[in-house]
């Protein structure tokens, strides 16, 4: 290239050559616009890679336009299959700028990229298997006798008394359950004995008035026995309120607290064993984070043990508020019914409001409901 442009600027300064120096310098006007020409003429497929069909050409054109001053040693041609690896990349001092940037190839990276759900749910595992082992480390340690453990000795002495109350209640209501049972069947069998004597009484005429004594006594004892029915199963069904739900819920509670107990201490532990150890580069971090988690688990258990003693002062409330009514009217039922005070223990019912299922009356049709 450098030779033929010596050979040009020999023939420019020549007079005898004149049509020679005319074409000569059309070669050198067009050698110095054809970079512009040949870079706007590059084929590019969709997917950014130049094309193969008018590579050559290009090159080939490209060598012929460099300016004099610039040698081969200042220019890199890369193209697919050429000499590199990347595709359709240009690079040149002369060609720098938009036409490469066009001619680049690869995958676009975009700056906020979005937030993988596998990977969320991967940490979220991975935080709760964390949490799981520190747990069940605590507990073990806890059960031989090698960790301690934090201590409310007035909160729990009141969880302790709770669940033996909730047992011994439980113990009452399988009692007054299988009473009512077992009353159920005894009135049963008087009102069918009142049939009997009331039928005997029609048919035996000797024995009319003897009979006719025994139904009216039976029917009688069944309509009582009914009544005091009717009571026990209203009692029965307060304190299997105040068992299984009332109490129960304060029970879940205490777990609640218990778990964050347990996570309270074995993250102390934790961090404990972290002070002891030495302070560098490397622990530093740790001790902080463990400091962050210990923090966060110690309001969980305060909030959780405040929880648990509001939940406990106000079941004790209501349940010497339940216990008093239901235990009044167990007693003054039982008195009546054994006593035979027919109107006491119809007076007792009232004072509770229980209504009573009138028997052979079925249950209203839901059209009378309406």
């Not at 009484?201 to 009914?226: I, R, V």
Request: some cysteine.
């Amino acid at each position: 290239m450098s030779d033929c442009s010596n050979d040009t600027s020999t023939l420019g300064t020549s007079k005898p050559a004149t049509e020679e120096v005319k074409s000569s310098s059309e070669e050198s006007t067009m050698a110095q616009e054809s970079p512009k020409n040949s870079a706007a003429e590059i084929p590019v497929t969709s997917n950014g890679e130049v094309d193969d069909s008018h590579e050559h050409g290009f090159n080939r054109d490209l060598k012929r336009s460099l300016p004099a001053g610039l040698g081969l040693s200042e220019t890199q041609i890369t193209s697919h299959g050429f000499d590199s690896t990347k595709e359709g990349v240009i690079e040149a001092g002369s060609f720098q700028g938009s036409q490469r940037t066009q001619t680049k190839s690869g995958p676009v990276i975009l700056a906020d990229e979005t937030k993988n759900p596998a990977m969320e749910k991967l940490e979220l595992v991975r935080k709760w298997s964390l949490n799981t082992y520190k747990c069940t480390r605590q507990i073990i340690s806890e059960k031989l006798g090698r960790g301690s453990r934090t201590v409310d000795l007035e909160l729990e002495a009141q969880i302790d008394i709770l669940r033996d109350n909730k047992k011994k209640y439980e113990n009452i209501l399988k009692l007054a359950q299988t009473l009512s049972t077992q009353l159920f069947q005894m009135v049963h069998t008087q009102r069918q004995l009142g049939d009997a004597f009331a039928d005997l009484s029609l048919k035996s005429l000797e024995l009319h008035e003897e009979f006719g004594y025994n139904a009216d006594t039976q029917k009688l004892l069944a309509k009582n026995g009914e009544t005091l029915l009717g009571a026990i199963n209203f009692f029965i069904a307060s304190v299997n309120t105040l068992v299984n739900k009332t109490i129960e819920d304060t029970l879940m509670t205490v777990k609640q607290y218990e778990s964050a107990r347990i996570e309270y201490d074995a993250y102390r532990t934790d961090l404990e064993e972290l002070n002891l150890g030495p302070r560098d580069a490397n622990t530093l971090p740790k001790i902080e984070q463990s400091q962050h988690l210990f923090q966060a688990h110690k309001e969980k258990y305060d909030k959780m043990r405040n929880d648990v003693s509001i939940k406990l002062k106000f079941l004790e409330e209501n349940k010497v508020k339940v216990l008093h009514n239901q235990l009044v009217l167990f007693h003054n039922a039982i008195a009546a019914y054994f006593a035979g005070n027919q109107k006491q223990l119809e007076q007792t019912l009232k004072q509770f409001h229980i209504k009573l299922k009138t028997p052979g009356v079925d249950a209203p049709s839901w059209l009378e409901e309406q």
